[in-house]
T-cell receptor, first 116, second 112 residues
């Protein structure tokens, strides 16, 4: 089955630690995205990547970093510089950003990060 | 810049009653609009999308939405609510740089 997997489902972090959230897709999609979800605020874009070895900051990139070394993988690192990292993190992918074809984004199941 | 506003953060309906979720958009160009559903502790699932082919769009699970340019709206409806419709619903618009801008979401509860 094609889809997006995120791991782990739950993650606990001590203050001052960096943690990495995994996102893998086997949909052969070019574009991938990371969102942060907080209650009552909808989804806010952290980073996105339209092609391998390239990525751009979204609306709330401070305290986060990403890499895109492979088409199917887009890991997100939450660094100690992120002051309030407790949230639900969602990864998504789409066929190709920047085209006229109106393709929707497909979402993974999410990772819930809690800072202890 | 494109954006959407969802009116009402919570909607409560009785089982069998009409579900109406409101979404208004702001866009200087013809918009591409989406409705997603999220069940607790899960990712988002696409319900339907508007791409200018037809103003009335039918989606999964009996939902549909009507694009009204004069009202800059894209409200989501379902004629008869089911207990399984309890979830959070998000309206989204595609931006000029091909990203999605989401509304704050509307939580639906269904009363037996």
């Amino acid at each position: 089955d094609g889809g997006i997997t995120q791991s782990p489902k739950y993650l606990f972090r001590k203050e001052g630690q960096n943690v990495t959230l995994s996102c893998e897709q086997n949909l052969n999609h070019d574009a991938m995205y990371w969102y942060r979800q907080d209650p009552g605020q909808g989804l806010r874009l952290i980073y996105y990547s339209q092609i391998v070895n390239d990525f751009q900051k979204g609306d709330i990139a401070e305290g986060y970093s990403v890499s895109r070394e492979k088409k199917e993988s887009f890991p997100l690192t939450v660094t100690s510089a992120q002051k309030n990292p407790t949230a639900f993190y969602l990864c998504a992918s789409s066929t190709q950003a920047g085209t006229s074809f109106v393709d929707e984004q497909f979402f993974g199941p999410g990772t819930r990060l809690t800072v202890l | 810049a494109q954006s959407v506003t969802q009116l009402g953060s919570h909607v409560s309906v009785s089982e069998g009653a009409l579900v109406l979720l409101r979404c208004n958009y702001s866009s200087s160009v013809p918009p591409y609009l989406f409705w997603y559903v999220q069940y607790p502790n899960q990712g988002l699932q696409l319900l339907l999308k508007y791409t200018s082919a037809a103003t009335l769009v039918k989606g999964i699970n009996g939902f549909e939405a009507e694009f009204k340019k004069s009202e800059t709206s894209f409200h989501l409806t379902k004629p008869s609510a089911h207990m399984s419709d309890a979830a959070e619903y998000f309206c989204a618009v595609r931006t000029n740089d091909y990203k999605l801008s989401f509304g704050a979401g509307t939580t639906v509860t269904v009363r037996a």
